[in-house]
């Protein structure tokens, strides 16, 4: 299945996951395009400036983050680290993490969940 930028679909989303200020979320697929039920996500999230991802913990999935553009900085289950485009982000089933932008131009990351 081939979709085209022009596809996609777009909406803001105000506080994500509990955090501050807003991202856009564009899904690259819904759960529906796949033919098991084991993605629940795959977007690529821009975080806007001072916006965050808050904090939250993963049951039963795993997230993968790859990051696109910008910089910031995570809490991945508790260490707190910076992170910049090209860098990646594995998150592990039980464990917690947000994601804050604090550069002043979005923050990009595909982000993809897998459950179990």
Known sequence: ???????????EVEHLVGGKG???????????????THVK??????VHPDGEIGLHRHDGEDEIYIFQKGHGIVDDNGTVKEVKAGDS??????????VT????VDLELIAVIVTY
């Not at 807003?22 to 098991?36: I, N």
């Not at 996500?41 to 821009?46: E, K, P, R, Y």
């Not at 982000?89 to 947000?98: A, D, N």
Request: proline content about 4%; aromatic content about 10%; overall charge positive.
């Open 1 to 11: 299945m081939l979709k085209q930028t022009k596809d996609y679909s777009s909406k």
């Open 22 to 36: 807003s991202a856009t979320v564009r899904p690259y697929f819904e759960p529906t395009d796949f033919g098991g």
């Open 41 to 46: 996500f795959c977007s690529l999230v821009s």
């Open 89 to 98: 982000m594995l998150i592990g089933r039980g464990q917690s993490h947000s």
């Open 101 to 104: 932008n604090t550069g002043d």
